[in-house]
């Protein structure tokens, strides 16, 4: 996650459920909700929600925190599908990172952003091919 900026995070489930994202600083701690294990601290806040669209994928987006010094630390996330008003069929997601690698680890590390340098780039000319190096003297250089 970059500081100051809105990840995706992407839910598959069935068509018209409900989809929730929680997250904590910690990831253990939690009390079991519905009779699920939560891989989060009791410190857990709820910060997107879904409903789940005919293509069976939910979209959230989760800002990042920007008080303190929030960068090289982790933030851990659950997500959540469920159809009934009672929660009764609820479900916890299955963690897949972007590497697609699943049972993953439910932790995000903070970064800062990239900074972008400005300016000219100076760079020797030996990275060219022959061909394109102009010779002093010689008709492409302009000089007789």
């Not at 989760?62 to 599908?81: L, S």
């Amino acid at each position: 996650m970059i500081l100051g900026r809105s990840e995706e995070f992407i839910v598959k489930g069935k068509p018209g459920a409900w989809a929730a994202i929680a997250m904590a600083d910690k990831n253990s701690g939690a009390k079991d909700i519905a009779g699920h294990k939560i891989r989060l601290g009791a410190d857990r806040k709820l910060v997107a929600l879904v409903r789940i669209g005919e293509g069976g994928i939910g979209q959230l987006f989760v800002e990042t925190p920007v008080q303190g010094d929030m960068i090289g630390q982790n933030f851990y996330f659950e997500a959540v599908v469920w159809t009934k008003d009672d929660f009764s069929d609820a479900e916890v997601c299955q963690t897949i990172s972007p590497e697609q690698t699943e049972n993953g680890d439910n932790g995000v590390l903070v970064a800062a952003e990239n900074e972008v340098k400005k300016g000219v780039k100076f760079g020797a000319t030996t990275a060219l091919p022959p061909s394109q190096h102009s010779i002093p003297g010689s008709l492409d250089s302009n000089k007789p």
